[in-house]
């Protein structure tokens, strides 16, 4: 535990003007991000009596081993830096708030020729125009089939479209006056986005002079005696009021606006928004976050805010937007939004009335979804601590191992050997932090040996990264340059230690497991005393009995059947396990699927598969002449002569055996079963 004199600035070192302001550990992790009128008043705050800071603030400060900021001009600058630092560093101590789902929003796709309606989750895509969130997905889908009738816009997928347009034919939904089909062209692209546009705003809330328009076509069909047309117009009024009883009018006057409502005790918050445009609630999404820091609710309500409006921009920030409670101050706020708006944007308490009602009923939801969330997670998070306790207790370690990390081998009858790292921490997956390993030193089956080369790899990492960042001067002995690891990717993008950001492989475990028995952990132990790291604990899991191991016992540690720190080693295991598995199927498969013709420059995969489909198999490929090959749709003497020559400089393999039935594999491909009898023997 840090003292806070040990990094505190000389009061004039810091500036008295606004600013942000990164806490970081002994690590150069970013733990804390924070914004200020006056820096200097602020982080005066922080180096006062330890006892008198709120425990979680003691908490933070004691972490950390330095303190940085940056001085911006005005406090909407500082907002908005807070905001992009949150996103970027991941701060443990911040508030975070996660949606518990990913909500889906009816979307129209504005940036097509032809507009499509569809149900959309994730990022939002430029050019298309969103309305929700929704709580569930079949809900956009009662809504959109009761809105096709009146508005028949295309809800196909791309390829439906271009087959349906290249066999002249619509799909049923064209059939059934469902589409206005224009894959076929009965109605022209302009013609297309206009109903679009007539959907996008009945769905915005303009609704009432839509259905007007139609009552008066309705009459004046009815007076012309066009009775089956006023019956069809008719029937659409009545699709379209059905469809606006499913969000019933809560505010009059058309009223666009977000509510945000907060329930909180002294370690969680919950926050519930709602949508409410045209004056009826479109939309409804809900966060639940840990409350890591000491925070009022008008401070969880200014986090609310940049995590909803962060990204968006013009009328995805309504003109209004009712709190439980005003940031403080709440003027830099208020122009935040506004700049992202456009236009100006109201910041306020509702008083009375309606809206004051309806603040009560999002409270209400707040509340419910606090109380459900603490009765789902006591359970769990009870558990997770338990079964951390009994780990460090049955390991003798010194404290409960908040970051484990798991390794296992995989391979097909020592061909293909890959090796994963999974991640714990708190007793939960960690997947950003995955990595997988190609086994390159040696070829063939050897568990123990590549046990201990990927072990070797991962800790030579750690230790190159610790040097660097100027935490362990000596050199290691016998040590190369560490080769690419063959890790997937997941932490591209994150910047270097001197920003804060965490490279691979840059923080220890305090917990090793290996899937396997004592010579597994043999292994591995041998390759960390290799390394001098003498401070991380190993064991193994044994899958036969599951039995616990550690290093130089002759006896293994047996945990009760009933134990949660036994049930949290197989979850990490199996975890260890389940992704090896899914790399090592990945390269065979990618293995499997090569072809000699791949290399075969200028021929792509639409003559690749012509030749095949001619000649039946590679095999009789091969043993084609350049006439033969020239007789293939597409395929001049030239390219013939190419795949002639890449083909006899290819020696062919030795058929392969289906170890199941017998069966002979040609070089065409590899029948399903042979893939099924492959996949019983993963290890």
Known sequence: MADPSSYRPKPGQIPDSPGVYKFRDDHGRVIYVGKAKSLRQRLANYFQDLAGLHPRTRTMVTTAASVEWTVVSTEVEALQLEYSWIKEFDPRFNVKYRDDKSYPYLAVTLNEEFPRVQVMRGAKKKGVRYFGPYGHAWAIRETVDLMLRVFPVRTCSAGVFKRSAQIGRPCLLGYIGKCSAPCVGRV??????????????????????????????MQDAAEEMEYERAARLRDDIGALKRAMEKSAVVLADATDADLIAVAEDELEAAVQIFHVRGGRVRGQRGWVTDKVEAVTTAGLVEHALQQLYGEERGDAV??????????????????????????????????RGDKKDLMATVQRNAQQALGLHKTKRASDLTTRSRALEEIARALGLDAVPLRI????????????????????????????????????????????????????RRFKRYLQEKQKSGEWTEEPADEAPVEDDGAPDAMAGRPTDEDGRPKRFAYPPQLVVVDGGAPQVAAARRALDELGIDDVAVCGLAKRLEEVWLPDDDDPVVLPRSSEGLYLLQRVRDEAHRFAITYQRSKRTKR??????????????????????HFGSLKKLRAATIDEICEVPGVGRKTAETVAAALAGAAP???????????????????????????????
């Open 653 to 683: 393999s030795a058929p392969a055996v289906n170890t199941a039935t017998g069966e002979i594999i040609e070089d065409d491909g590899v029948p399903s079963a042979a893939l099924s009898a492959e996949r019983g023997q993963d290890r």
């Open 318 to 351: 309504p003109k209004e937007v009712l709190v439980p409670a005003l940031p403080e101050p709440v003027e830099p706020v208020q122009e935040w939004l506004a700049g992202r708006r456009g236009s100006q944007v109201s910041l306020r308490i509702p008083q």
């Open 592 to 613: 499997l699927k090569s072809s000699p013709l791949d290399a075969v420059a200028g021929l792509g995969e639409t003559r690749r598969q012509a030749l095949l489909k």
């Open 405 to 456: 990390e798991c390794f296992d081998i995989s391979h097909l009858q020592g061909e293909d050997v890959v090796a994963s790292m999974v991640v714990f921490e708190d007793g939960l997956a960690r997947k950003s932090e995955y990595r997988r390993f190609q086994i390159k030193t040696f070829e063939g089956q050897d568990d123990v040996r590549s046990m201990h080369e990927v072990i070797r």
């Open 188 to 217: 022209s692209a302009t013609e297309h986005r206009e109903l679009a546009e007539e959907f996008c705003d009945f769905m915005a809330g303009r609704t009432g002079a839509y259905i007007r328009r139609l009552e008066r076509r």
